[in-house]
């Protein structure tokens, strides 16, 4: 099929490697909110780029299904969405039951217990770091904090943290040449991420969860284990906790470091007025970063949406990207500010049954990483741009080259 | 009125306790408990607390 539209194409992953298209994004707020984007492989879709347009799915799982056919734009067999689901990919009942297992674990209070760990965590992250002097900030120290708080809460050994890191590298990176594996191969459609890694992070849960088995403890996987799932929904689950709470908060994270380097003076701000400003200035760095740019819901009816009809079957595709900087919500929304006051960003969901769920610890990471980077009378310098992921998914940084200046 | 809370969905956020924190209350650990019958009078914060949970685990009752 031959796309005509003088609009963006949202499904081509190459309109997202220089970056994010904010121009294009802004113009199909302006001009046509609730867009129809035709797709070379695929029957197209729309693309919902106002906040309370994006607000109004979300908040309505009656009418745009999570479960009839995923969360992700790429059109799947009824089988394989069904063999690669977790609860994010599902509709009530059953996303309730499964989100209810380890609900009260991710609670502000539950949550809040974990702090001293996630200081530990920074502060050994950045002491190993920062003395090599110039070094690839994703790798030492982006992608480390939240994979080290992960394995902390999981009960993952050290000795195995540097292997989840590398599968989820390949589980993620899927639409990106540099780490795809047989990209182009049909036979992984009924794995999470269309990716043969997925295997290889079944088999990582698996190998937790016979531990937990044997010897219970009052973690999450003990709480899984003891649910009685079945082997496919915990493998999935596993899936779901290791990339959902770890690939986002590193690319908030690096986006965090970026945006703090090309505004110094906000830079300056939020250093000398960390105990006031730190958790205003996590809120904007959510908002500036916003590690996944879309998500998907499919039209459960015949429903109408922004004015437009929008027809039972059809996918819409909400572009939190755009929400975040939709003008009608937020003033001056191209501007980063660190004491920006109300934010209401929708980088975690515009709220609704999927809002979510690790929300309060990737806030926790976020404002203890850069409390901790500010106070050490360093700085770290970009020495090369960012080097983005290929994809329309996750607003992802593979490198970011930093050197140290005392 | 009645107010219901899915527990299975709630996760303390405290946005229905800004709102109306004489009917919503964290207690202990963290968990929501909150007046079951309030009068009608207050139906304007009900609504308002139902549409600020990130969750849509409030859900009002005639």
Known sequence: MSVTSDFIDLSDHDNFVDAVPYVALARLRHEDPVHWNPERTGRGFWAVTRYEDIRAVHRNPEAFSSEIGGTSLEDLEPEHVEARKSMIDMDPPRHDELRALVNRRFTPKAVGVWEGQVRKVVREVLDRALPMGEFDFVREIASEIPMQVFAEILGVPQEERREIIEIGDRLLGNADPEFAVEADDDSHRHLPFSSPAALDMFAFGRRIAEERRHSSREDIMSDLVKAGLTQREMDVYFVLLATAGNETTRHTISHGLVALTEHPEQRELLRSRYAEL???????????????????????????????????????????????????????????????????????????????????????EIRVTFEDLLSRGVELELVGPPERLRSNFFNGIKRLPVRVIR | MKVHVDMNLCQSHGECVAIAPDVFELGDDDMLVWQEEVPDDRRADMEAAANACPMMAIRLED
């Open chain 1, 278 to 364: 730190g958790r205003s200035a996590t809120e904007e760095i959510l908002r500036w970063a916003t590690p996944v740019h879309h998500f998907r819901r499919t039209a459960r009816y015949d429903t109408e949406l922004g004015g437009r009809e929008i027809m039972a079957g059809d996918k819409v595709t909400t572009w939190l990207v755009s929400g975040n900087r939709d003008e009608a919500m937020f003033q001056q929304p191209d501007r980063f500010d660190v004491s920006r006051q109300p934010n209401p960003h929708m980088t975690f969901g515009p709220g609704g049954i999927h809002h979510c769920l690790g929300a309060h610890l990737a806030k926790l």
